[in-house]
C-alpha cells in the first residue's frame, strides 16, 4: 500500500501561482511514476503532469510553459509548481503513485484550486 498526502490548493487570482506537494508512504517501489490528475466539475479527470523515478516528465498541453512537475526522491515528494494560472485550471487536483512494475495506481484524497477571474 502506498499512502498519499497532498497540501497547497486554495484560492488565487487569475494569473497568480500555486504551489502543490505530494508525500508518499508506505511500500514505495523503486520504479514508479509520480504526478498529478485534475478534475473540474462535470468533467472528466484528466492527467496534469507526471514524473518518472528516471526523472522523465510529461505534461498535458494545456500547462505546458506554465506548470513545472519535480520530485525529492530522499523525501518521497512530488511537487507542482503552478504559475500564470487561468479560471479554467478550477479543479480538485489529485496526487498519484503508479508502482510501474505491477502497473498499480494509487490515489490521494485530493485537494481544490481555484483560480478567480
Known amino acids: 500500500q502506498v499512502q498519499l498526502v497532498e497540501s497547497g490548493g486554495g484560492l488565487v487570482q487569475a494569473g497568480g501561482s500555486l504551489r502543490l506537494s505530494c508525500a508518499a508512504s508506505?511500500?514505495?517501489?523503486?520504479?514508479?511514476?509520480m504526478g498529478w490528475y485534475r478534475q473540474a466539475p462535470g468533467k472528466q479527470r484528466e492527467l496534469v503532469a507526471g514524473?518518472?523515478?528516471?526523472?522523465?516528465?510529461n505534461y498535458a498541453d494545456f500547462v505546458k510553459g506554465r506548470f513545472t512537475i519535480s520530485r525529492d526522491d530522499a523525501k518521497n515528494t512530488v511537487l507542482l509548481q503552478m504559475d500564470s494560472l487561468k479560471p479554467e485550471d478550477t479543479a480538485v487536483y489529485y496526487c498519484?503513485?503508479?508502482?510501474?512494475?505491477?502497473?498499480?495506481?494509487?490515489w490521494g484524497q485530493g485537494t481544490q484550486v481555484t483560480v478567480s477571474s
Open positions: 508506505g511500500s514505495i517501489f523503486s520504479v514508479n511514476v
Open positions: 514524473i518518472s523515478s528516471g526523472g522523465s516528465t
Open positions: 498519484y503513485f503508479h508502482k510501474v512494475l505491477i502497473n498499480r495506481h494509487y
